[in-house]
């Protein structure tokens, strides 16, 4: 029985980060983005693309949860948001963290003051020391936005 019940809120959280994303691609971008059935992962094998917004999560969930995307995804939107026609690495990296912390913020709006989010972690490719909680599910939601892929990454208990 608990662990049914772990099961469908965590289907609930993940949908939520589906909607969200959904959402901010549609309101901000005039497009909506598609995501795919998301999918278990391990810790050994994490999905990271060119640049990644990271938020730690505390309170009632613990955990993490990342927007990873190629450079050319967050090109665009640095181009279409700040009109900056050759963003920057740190232009790149800010959008990163832009995009994670936005999707995280409107999932906190549902949960509330006990689901805290942390202020984004940005990185450029796969730093050597990234580590993750050992025993908590991954799950892997695929993110298409016209033709850019990016992942959302939730570890959550």
């Known amino acids: 029985m608990y662990k049914e019940k772990e099961k469908v809120e965590f ?3 993940c949908q939520l980060f589906i909607n969200s994303v959904n959402n901010y691609f549609g309101h901000l971008t005039g497009e909506v983005s598609q995501t795919s059935v998301p999918y278990l992962k391990t810790v050994d094998n994490v999905m990271l693309k060119d640049y990644t917004g990271m938020i730690g999560i505390s309170g009632d969930r613990k955990g993490f949860v990342y927007i990873s995307g190629d450079t050319n995804l967050y090109k ?3 181009t279409l948001f700040l009109d900056i026609e050759e963003p920057s ?8 963290g832009e995009l994670s912390n936005v999707v995280s913020g409107n999932v906190r709006e549902t949960y509330g003051k006990n689901f805290m989010i942390s202020v984004p972690i940005v990185f450029k490719g ?3 020391k990234l580590k993750f909680p050992k025993g908590v599910p991954i799950y892997v939601i695929p993110i298409k936005w016209k033709s850019h892929e990016a992942f959302i990454v939730i570890g959550l208990n």
Do not use: G, I, Q
């Open 11 to 13: 289907e609930e959280t």
């Open 76 to 78: 665009e939107l640095v």
């Open 89 to 96: 690495s740190s232009d790149l990296l800010d959008m990163a």
């Open 126 to 128: 796969a730093p050597e």
